[in-house]
């Protein structure tokens, strides 16, 4: 019993010590288990990085450490905030107001929101988005004055909402384009970032280029005898997209749509309307003779028609007897499989409301074969900086029981920062690894403050006169965290792109440090040199 009660009491001294070893542990267990690869990066948020299979462990690696292409390019936009309308205005005579003062900008370019609650007959927090080309904040304010419209601000950038919504079309872009790692976030407010490891730019240029705005059109003549185009389907009106697919004798593709309950009546009424249902369906010769064909059916992508066809009768005769509704199934054809194949991922994702500013974009791609080399010098600067600080401490105590358990400590801080990075999955890029080296600059420098106060007024005759010295070098290393913390918390906050990552693990360094490997390495010092176990 006095065995058991002694084995326990010298747990309790040196709990801090188990603590240290079982949080190595379950970093290991983070690092190489199998049963994490799978889930590996659950943990975090797209829009923190891209991630890449590490191999034998589960840690994931950015894009630098595994290859692949990044697009960095403003949205194109202005808004403006505070706009003061009347109750009894329309949405359409704002958005046809306000284009009307702007050179550059049509009706559909123009987006008002709704943000606040009527009051009297004003209504406060309007916001009007402009999403045209080469139109300034200062434009779209003389264009609200012009229209008689008041506001408060305007800021040359696109509305947060808009943000939002670009950034969560372009990651089902990604996912739709089976880009596996993909990611897409902000940085610094309207400025999106694209990441796709393995791909390359040609690739994810041609992901992003376009708004991806797929209608189905009528091409058909008005009462007046004139041709014109009618919108009768867009990708709200779908509930399900289907896969692309090659016709048979590989004349063209196409994508089989399922129109929504809610939406197939008005569908098919666009049908009846625009001729397009007439009986015996309709032959299109848009492009042979587009001032004489029949009505057609016009697939159209960012302005630009795709493909034209006509309306057989088997889908003509049931829009026309009313029964299309019931079961709304339709098909677009395309040229080819792989238009067909952006058609597709497009109608699934939805239009972006703003395009990317390709023309002021910032592209990076890293070749595979050089991720690797930054991989294996990073591997060698590691090592090297382990091999350096082994030599300078060993210089400075000659002593093995100081300098062993210093390096020891510092080494399984390093440890624990992979395995948290392995638990959520946060990928490993070159600002992580000078997190991680900056982390561990500072522990050293908390472990030699440890040595040197403990040492420095002679030998240490007892528990209480180390614990004493202890804890005078604690309230230096503490107030040192706290200002590294306080100093990099913006950092770790704000989306500034790489910093981030550098911010986030220096951060865990620290707080790991002082939290597990400094008081464990005061108990392992406390022994050491009391022989008070």
Not at 287 to 301: D, G, K, S
Request: hydrophobic letters at 45%; one cysteine or more; charged letters at 20%.
């Amino acid at each position: 019993m006095a065995d058991e009660e002694s084995t326990w009491d010298r747990i309790k001294d040196n709990w801090r010590i188990v603590l240290l070893v079982v949080v190595v542990l379950a970093s290991t267990f983070a690092l190489f288990s199998p049963t994490l690869a799978s889930g590996s990066g659950a943990g975090s948020t797209d829009a923190e990085a891209t991630a890449s299979s590490g191999g034998l462990t589960n840690i994931q690696y950015g894009l630098e450490l595994s290859g692949g292409t990044r697009i960095q390019a403003p949205l194109v936009g202005v808004h403006a905030t505070g706009v003061e309308l009347s109750n009894d205005t329309s949405t359409e005579a704002v958005r046809s107001n306000v284009a009307a003062n702007i050179e550059n900008a049509s009706a559909s370019d123009v987006t008002v929101r709704y943000a606040g609650e009527y009051s009297g007959t004003v209504q406060q927090t309007t916001v009007v988005e402009v999403t045209a080309r080469n139109v300034t904040a200062a434009e779209l304010g003389t264009a609200l004055s012009e229209a008689g419209y008041e506001y408060e601000d305007t800021q040359n950038r696109v509305s947060k909402v808009t943000q939002q919504t670009a950034v969560s079309i372009l990651r089902q872009k990604v996912n739709e384009a089976g880009l596996s790692g993909g990611s897409v976030r902000t940085v610094g407010g309207d400025v999106v970032v694209v990441e796709i490891p393995n791909a390359n730019q040609s690739q994810v240029r041609d992901l992003v280029a376009s708004r991806g705005q797929v209608l189905i059109q009528a091409y058909h003549r008005n009462e007046n005898g004139t041709y014109v185009r009618t919108t009768v389907m867009d990708s709200d009106d779908l509930q399900q997209v289907g896969n692309a697919r090659q016709l048979e004798g590989g004349r063209g593709a196409e994508v089989g749509v399922i129109v929504a309950e809610d939406s197939a009546q008005d569908v098919q009424q666009g049908f009846v309307d625009t001729g397009l249902a007439q009986e015996g369906g309709t032959e299109c010769r848009y492009e042979q003779a587009p001032n004489q064909t029949e009505p057609c059916i016009l697939l159209v992508q960012d302005g630009q028609v795709l493909n034209s066809f006509g309306v057989r009768e088997t889908l003509a005769q049931p829009m026309r007897d009313g029964t299309w509704a019931d079961d709304p199934r339709f098909s677009l054809t395309t040229g080819n499989l792989s238009t067909a194949q952006e058609v597709a991922i497009n109608l699934r994702a939805g239009a972006l409301p703003a395009e990317l500013d390709l023309d002021s974009n910032s592209m990076l791609y890293i070749d595979p074969s050089q991720s690797e080399r930054f991989k294996t010098d990073s591997l060698l600067a590691g090592i090297a900086a382990v091999l350096a600080v082994s030599g300078v401490v060993f210089a400075r105590y000659r002593r093995v029981e100081v300098a062993g358990p210093m390096i020891i400590t510092a080494l399984s801080e390093v440890v624990v920062l992979w395995g948290i990075a392995a638990a959520i999955g946060y990928p490993i890029d070159l600002s992580v690894i000078a997190g991680f080296i900056a982390a561990i600059g500072t522990g050293v420098d908390d472990l030699i403050i440890i040595a040197d106060e403990v040492m420095s007024q002679g030998e240490v005759s007892s528990q209480r006169v180390f614990q004493s010295r202890f804890r005078k070098a604690f309230w230096v290393i503490g107030a040192a965290a706290a200002t590294t913390i306080v100093a990099l918390s913006p950092l770790a906050i704000l989306s500034l792109g790489q910093l981030r990552g550098f911010a986030i693990f220096t951060i865990l360094g620290v707080l790991v440090g002082v939290l597990i490997t400094r008081p464990a390495y005061g108990d392992i010092l406390r022994a050491l040199l009391t022989g008070e176990h």
